[in-house]
T-cell receptor, first 109, second 116 residues
Framework: KQEVTQIPAALSVPEGENLVLNCSFTDSAIYNLQWFRQDPGKGLTSLLLIQSSQREQTSGRLNASLDKSSGRSTLYIAASQPGDSATYLCAVNGNKLVFGAGTILRVKS | DAGVIQSPRHEVTEMGQEVTLRCKPISGHDYLFWYRQTMMRGLELLIYFNNNVPIDDSGMPEDRFSAKMPNASFSTLKIQPSEPRDSAVYFC??????????????FGEGSWLTVV
């Protein structure tokens, strides 16, 4: 059974800092991995999707990496802004899309 | 496109009542998913459909839950009878494909259910 773990559970940083969110999964037989953002009271917005054959994906200030063999992914956020405050969820797509519990990020101005 | 549309956005109902949640997926998407989100258990996949056919309902918690997809543009998740422990946010999501083709999955805004 696939298990997805996200570390840290919560993170509070001052504006402008670069930060890394971590995701680990137990079964490396995956098709892809997605990072989502969830704002309070809202649905999930897909940020980045990395295919199992890829090592990383970039979108603006976001960069996600994938090391399938070790069961790890990281989401790097450069020059964080207060608007980045949200919950970030990692989801692994094998037979099912399995989500981690998320990292609650607060960027202080 | 308007995205995945869910209704109602919020519902408060009494224990024992029937609850019906509705979803309109993005046009052209052939996969539809129902998820439930709670503080205790996070996001859980309840059921998913491919071309209107239920493929995997192993996440449906018990017989009180049922889901249908009568056509490509509409799905329902029904709870009958509802119980307080069903209180959660129910998300509908859709995508073009699943698995190896790895297309992005799009979520609706969720239906916030409270059973008192």
């Amino acid at each position: 059974k696939q298990e997805v773990t996200q570390i840290p559970a919560a993170l509070s940083v001052p504006e402008g800092e670069n930060l890394v969110l971590n995701c680990s999964f137990t079964d490396s037989a995956i098709y892809n991995l997605q990072w989502f953002r969830q704002d309070p009271g809202k649905g999930l917005t897909s940020l980045l999707l990395i295919q199992s054959s890829q090592r990383e994906q970039t979108s603006g200030r976001l960069n996600a990496s994938l090391d399938k063999s070790s069961g790890r992914s990281t989401l790097y956020i450069a020059a964080s802004q207060p608007g980045d405050s949200a919950t970030y969820l990692c989801a692994v797509n094998g037979n099912k899309l399995v989500f981690g519990a998320g990292t609650i990020l607060r960027v202080k101005s | 496109d308007a995205g995945v549309i869910q209704s109602p956005r919020h519902e408060v109902t009494e224990m024992g009542q029937e609850v019906t949640l509705r979803c309109k997926p993005i046009s052209g998407h052939d996969y539809l998913f129902w998820y439930r989100q709670t503080m205790m258990r996070g996001l859980e996949l309840l059921i998913y459909f491919n071309n209107n056919v239920p493929i995997d309902d192993s996440g449906m918690p018990e017989d009180r839950f049922s889901a249908k997809m009568p056509n490509a543009s509409f799905s329902t998740l029904k709870i009958q009878p509802s119980e307080p422990r069903d209180s959660a946010v129910y998300f509908c999501a859709s995508s073009w494909a699943r698995g190896s083709s790895g297309n992005t999955i799009y979520f609706g805004e969720g239906s916030w259910l409270t059973v008192v």
